[in-house]
């Protein structure tokens, strides 16, 4: 099983729609999530971290369930802008290490006018 | 958040060269790392880079493929060994400044194309 799942999409919406992505993550002692934004042919950028009690950017607000352990994205008033792929991580120790982050293999959305 | 430069941003090489990818970091990381990245597929991890011990590898990437260095904390280099053209791909080089648990940043990517 994968370390996270996250539905690829596409996702079409028009401006002004209100969009809501979700990831699951299998290792339930994982502390740490975060969603970054990836435009085309550029490096992923950081959006936000995701806080346990939920956290909101403007438009933006993240949820974490720990119980079901999903996290989620909800984007509100949909611009042309956010046009880009959502990739979910999370992250996971191994061992004895320091761990790593595990992407979700991203979730495309398109904001037409 | 850290300024990261990577070198090259793009190249076209031949089957069978190296290519040697710098990331160059403007403060002292605690981790870095190195993916890959295929068009329209999600980011791969190739390895953790430790500074002054080996790189950790994961399942399917090996020493002698993907050389690694990381001389000190903020600099790190990534060698595309023997190329073919399976190797085109963008490889991405990523910090995690505060350690395990935190946000990753970043670089530009570096686009390799192997004809």
């Known amino acids: 099983r994968k370390e996270v799942e996250q539905d690829p999409g596409p996702f079409n919406v028009p401006e002004g729609a209100t969009v809501a992505f979700n990831c699951t993550y299998s290792n339930s002692a994982s502390q740490s999530f975060f969603w970054y934004r990836q435009d085309c042919r550029k490096e992923p950028k950081l959006l936000m971290s995701?806080?346990?009690s939920g956290n909101e950017d403007g438009r933006f607000t993240a949820q974490l369930n720990r119980a079901s352990q999903y996290i989620s994205l909800l984007i509100r008033d949909s611009k042309l802008s956010d046009s880009a792929t959502y990739l979910c991580?999370?992250?996971?120790?191994?061992?004895?290490?320091?761990?790593?982050?595990?992407f979700g293999r991203g979730t495309q959305l398109t904001v037409w006018p | 958040s850290a300024v990261i430069s990577q070198k090259p941003s793009r190249d076209i090489c031949q089957r069978g060269t190296s290519l040697t990818i710098q990331c160059q970091v403007d403060?002292?990381?605690?981790?870095m790392f190195w993916y890959r990245q295929q068009p329209g597929q999600s980011l791969t991890l190739i390895a953790t880079a430790n500074q002054g011990s080996e790189a950790t590898y994961e399942s399917g990437f090996v020493i002698d493929k993907f050389p690694i260095s990381r001389p000190n904390l903020t600099f790190s280099t990534l060698t595309v060994s023997n190329m073919s053209p399976e190797d085109s791909s963008i490889y991405l080089c990523?910090?995690?400044?505060?350690?395990?648990?935190?946000?990753?940043?970043f670089g530009q990517g570096t686009r390799l194309t192997v004809v």
């Open positions: 991580a999370v992250w996971g120790k191994r061992g004895s290490t320091l761990g790593r982050l595990y």
């Open positions: 403060s002292q990381v605690t981790m």
């Open positions: 990523s910090v995690g400044i505060t350690g395990g648990g935190s946000e990753a940043f």
């Open positions: 995701v806080y346990s």
